[in-house]
């Protein structure tokens, strides 16, 4: 293999340097400085503050729960979409696929239109005094709605690949339907799971659009870290909304690192 | 159907895994898309006529739609020069730059939002070098622009990369020996084969950007008529309490954003078509 001349090369490597030098890691870098302007305590401290600790601890449950439904689901449709063969399976994964192509703001209206006080439900809800808008169940709801699609898409592809004949051996030697899932098919689609997994949480976490329009925006109850950075933001306090942002910023690259990770395993382990 | 199936195909688990995922997909996606359908015509029609006469929402859309297209165009060629070094450079640090490249994907829209604000603010890092250049970025459409590059990059990277991949570097090679020129090279022969992956990049990336939120509203400025892109203008609807413009706006959003794509898909598939007719001839 020949490759580019080593001049090439040179302005090749310069160019890609500089690009993503100034496109993905002065942003990050931006974050940690603006996060340790004033020393690493006052960062900390910040985090420490009841409504920061109230918005970690309700972006923590959110997501879990989120990820926990969506990777239940994912795993049964793309079950369902890559075993069988029967009509309306395109219509089925385009479906699936479509939160990703909706606008988080949308996202998170769709909810009010059913349970907020104009919604559909909205009156009886009231009645019966249930909260759902502006509380967290809408905010579970809409969470739930923008990490719809991650575990099933990175499942698919994969077990499409995968084929069926194993699920069929174990079934003729006794396995039921769980047990095929848990033993044979789950295993094997383990690295692909797992990616699928940590997509989910990190859209979770970061969700902002969609959940800010089903939020009350009231600190310490119904915010989550997004929506507590923009609080912070626009409240001048640049060095806590910039701790919690370095924290997201953490997050987000353990999650991009560890996929990569994953994908490189996967990819050896199937060449 | 069902039965049909179940009875030709040994597999068990069909009936448990359509009742699952139904569950599953109506419940989260199908009832509220649902109610984002019916809840515009539900007072009568008024409301949507009323949104369909409504200046300021089609300057939101020209705001939206123009800066995810110019946004997503100035991706293609940084996403190409990433692809390509990804894929062919003798790259130092190949699998940090790998893995960096899918940060804005997975980085959350608020933190990209007040991030870059700050950057390109008038004594932000760059803000403050394009400030002496007399160029300003922060609190203008520019700025949408340059949040949405940042969104829309890593889709273009990720479409070109596995073609890429797929091409035997012999092919430029060859081009070269035979005595085309640089330029002649990448335009005859290592651009066509790119292109149907480049399009696929390109309305991803866009189709991203139309709908994007939480990285353009704190560097956008959201000036009515100037600077307020479409899912801003349906967030004021709702402070208004005005469930009905919010949706009518929202569905017409959706709607365009889907016309859209089609539109980009055909074109995507005459891209496709084209270099097959021309391969054959």
Known sequence: ?271 | MVFWLRRRDGLPGLSISIAFTLVWIGLIVALPLTALVLRPWQDGGAVMLRALHDTRMYAALRVSFGCAALAALIDVPLGLLLAWALVRARLPGRRAIDALIDLPFALPTAVTGITLATLYGPTGWIGALLARAGIRVAYTPAGIVAALMFVGLPFIVRAVEPVLRGLPPELEEAGLLLGASPLQNFRRVILPPLLPPLVAGFSLAFARCIGEYGSVIFIAGNQPFHSEIAPLLIVVRLQEYDYGGATAIALILLLSALVCMTGVAALRRRVSRGLVARGAA
């Open chain 1, 1 to 271: 293999m020949g490759g580019p001349s080593r001049r090439g090369n040179a302005v090749l490597v310069a160019a890609t340097y500089l690009t993503v030098l100034a496109v993905l890691v002065l942003p990050v870098l931006l974050v940690m400085v603006e996060a340790l302007r004033t020393g690493i305590m006052a960062a900390w401290r910040s985090l420490l503050d009841p409504d920061a600790l109230s918005a970690i601890r309700l972006t923590l449950v959110v997501t879990l729960v989120a990820t926990l439904v969506n990777t239940a689901g994912g795993i049964m449709a793309a079950w369902l979409v890559t075993k069988y063969r029967f009509r309306g399976r395109g219509a089925l994964v385009a479906l699936i696929e479509l939160p990703i192509s909706v606008s988080p703001v949308i996202a998170g209206l769709v909810w009010l239109l059913l349970f907020g006080r104009q919604g559909w439900w909205g009156d009886w809800l009231d009645r019966h005094n249930i909260q759902i808008a502006f509380a967290t169940p809408g905010i579970l709801l809409a969470t739930l709605f923008v990490t719809f699609p991650y575990v099933a898409r990175t499942l698919m592809p994969f077990m499409e690949q995968q084929g069926r004949e194993a699920e069929e051996a174990a079934f003729l030697l006794g396995a039921g339907f769980w047990r095929t899932l848990w033993r044979v098919t789950l295993p094997d689609a383990r690295w692909a799971l797992l990616s699928g997994i940590l997509l989910t949480t990190a859209r979770g976490i970061g969700e902002f659009g969609a959940v800010s329009v089903v939020s009350g925006h009231i600190p310490g109850l119904t915010e989550t870290m997004p929506l507590h950075i923009e609080t912070l933001y626009n409240g001048y306090q640049t060095v806590a909304a910039f701790t919690m942002a370095a924290l997201l910023a953490l997050i987000a690259m353990a999650t991009v690192l560890l996929r990569s990770f994953l994908e490189h395993d996967f990819r050896k382990a199937s060449s």
